[in-house]
């Protein structure tokens, strides 16, 4: 590891163009622009997502007179449409590429969000968390982009990185809402006042990343969509090997179709400007890795057995259940932990509670990140095994289990204490979503859009059941015994299919 890989322009797989380093410091280069819009495309989308809460639990909870069930109501109801969009997000993502759909989500769940402010009743904010909720689904093409641009040596810290700071959104958002609503009092504006106008903030930001996104983002390291096998097809032939029958060459985590005869050939292609090819350099890699990369690690056109044979593998289903527990536990966690501490320190305040709350989203910035860096260095330091991989994904979920028994078992009222295991917490829950996207790209890379948007949508599901455990313990008021009953939980889903495989036998690509 180089200190100018920060900055310089990275060098490249010569099959797919992936980069082989992350230059998060460069935006000037194509990588380093494609890493930025990922992270803080999500972060936005998260800051946007989750608006209410840092409010919701004083202000807006007395303004539009909700008791302490219906604010749990729209914690859940919040989840269940990022839900849907996630799991459709994936294949969207290998129809349309992931920088449409990516700045699609964020446009589209901006009208819903501009229109929070008329909210004047419980039914009225069951409505409107639902459709922002949308904004919840940007995780998934944040994720696929990402991996299509960044090569299998990096792309668990890439994934790790730009979900991690994206992540950070949930903790951004206990800071701005709680201060924009402030400064709008500190103008003389009523509390019933403040808090709508305070939406036009991420509002604003929201709609500016999705226009920009399009306007300065390319959809792959080979340039356009519609020609993004034509390009890999070239790569493979320039470098004296033969491309697969049926011209099934591509760009991981993309769909391919089939040259037709009466389109473009790779002679005409050939004759086109290739000027992306002046981004970057290649990297020297041997002979299997380039058909492996083009055999295998290439997206195809999905069909409903494909999709179908995914979506039930025991590969699929350990990434679900583990991803359903690490960001499943800390989306409903997000949601109540402002409640959690006002209810254990009431001196506290709506304000502070929110700051101290904030630090659980904030250390997405470091925790998400070091689960892929941790992942990417075992995988290197065991010769590619990616057995290292699972089983950290494995360890960080139980350990995180542990953490979240001891804390509602203990139900501390002395603030130290309690902001000293919810950290610790914190960083097993967050480094594990890292690592769980650290393996993904090496699991059935034909189709990683879905399996992506599967495990994304499995995230939200576990915010689901576990924003409904903590629902309905006493009334949605005990959060000590909900997080117990949830750790023995994650334990259990972690254990479950640990014995799996990490890659199917017989995979082709992903090694």
């Known amino acids: ?13 010569p099959i797919n163009r992936k980069a082989r380093s992350v230059p998060f410091l460069n935006v000037f280069n194509v990588y380093g622009r494609v890493f930025f819009f990922s992270w803080w495309g999500f972060m936005v989308a998260f800051w946007a997502w989750y608006a209410f809460p840092p409010l919701l639990t004083h202000t807006i909870k007395t303004n539009l007179g909700l008791s302490s069930a219906e604010v749990a109501n729209s914690n859940i109801v919040s989840l269940c449409a990022t839900l849907l969009v996630r799991f459709v997000a994936g294949p969207a993502c290998d129809l349309f590429g992931p920088r449409f759909v990516f700045a699609g989500t964020l446009l589209i769940g901006s009208i819903p969000l501009g ?35 960044f090569d299998k040596n990096v792309v668990g810290t890439s994934n790790a990185l730009t979900g991690g700071w994206g992540n950070a959104g949930g903790g951004i958002t206990y800071f701005i809402m709680p201060a924009v ?11 019933g006042v403040a808090w709508r106008l305070s939406f036009i903030v991420p509002l604003i930001i929201t709609i500016a990343t999705g226009v920009f996104m399009i306007l300065l983002c390319p ?12 390009h890999a097809e070239q790569n493979l032939a320039s470098h004296a090997e ?14 391919t179709d089939k040259a037709s005869s009466g389109g473009n050939s790779i002679q005409e292609v050939e004759k086109k400007p290739q000027g992306h090819h002046n981004w970057d350099h290649e990297a020297a890699i041997s002979k299997e890795e380039m058909l492996e990369a083009a055999k295998g690690e290439v997206v195809q056109k999905p069909t409903w057995g494909m999709v179908v044979k995914v979506l039930v593998s025991p590969q699929t289903l350990f990434h679900i259940a583990t991803y359903m527990c690490s960001f499943g536990g800390e989306l409903a966690i997000n949601s109540i932990l402002g409640s959690y501490y006002a209810k254990n320190f009431p001196s506290l305040g709506q304000t502070n509670s929110s700051n101290w709350a904030a630090m659980f989203g904030f250390l997405n910035v470091f925790t998400r990140p070091l689960g892929g860096v941790i992942s990417d260095i075992l995988y290197k330091s065991t010769g590619h095994n990616i057995w290292a991989k699972k089983i950290w994904i494995v360890v960080c979920g139980c ?68 924003a409904i455990i903590f629902r309905f313990m006493d009334a949605g008021t005990n959060y000590a015994k909900a997080f117990w009953v949830i750790g023995i939980m994650m334990i259990g889903l972690n254990l479950v299919f640990c014995w799996v495989v990490p890659v199917p036998k017989g995979q082709i690509g992903g090694h």
């Open 242 to 255: 033969n491309a697969p029958a049926g011209g099934f060459v591509d760009v991981p985590g993309m769909i």
């Open 399 to 466: 350990l995180t289990g542990v953490m979240l028994i001891i804390i509602g078992r203990t139900d501390p009222h002395h603030l130290p204490t309690m902001i000293g295991l919810v950290a610790l917490m914190a960083i097993f829950l967050e480094a594990g979503n890292g690592a769980n996207f650290a393996l993904i790209p090496h699991v059935h890379p034909h189709a990683n859009g879905i399996v992506s948007g599967t495990t994304g949508a499995g995230g939200n599901l576990g915010g689901v059941v576990f």
């Open 115 to 149: 229109l929070a402010p008329l909210v004047h009743d419980a039914q009225g904010l069951y409505i409107s968390r639902f459709f922002i909720g949308i904004l919840g689904g940007a995780f998934v093409p944040c994720q696929v982009w990402s991996t299509g641009f």
């Open 1 to 13: 590891m180089k200190l100018s890989y920060l900055w310089a322009a990275p060098e490249v797989n």
């Open 181 to 191: 609503f402030d400064s709008f009092v500190a103008r003389g504006y009523t509390d």
């Open 219 to 230: 959809d792959t390291p080979t340039g356009k969509w519609s020609e993004r096998h034509l």
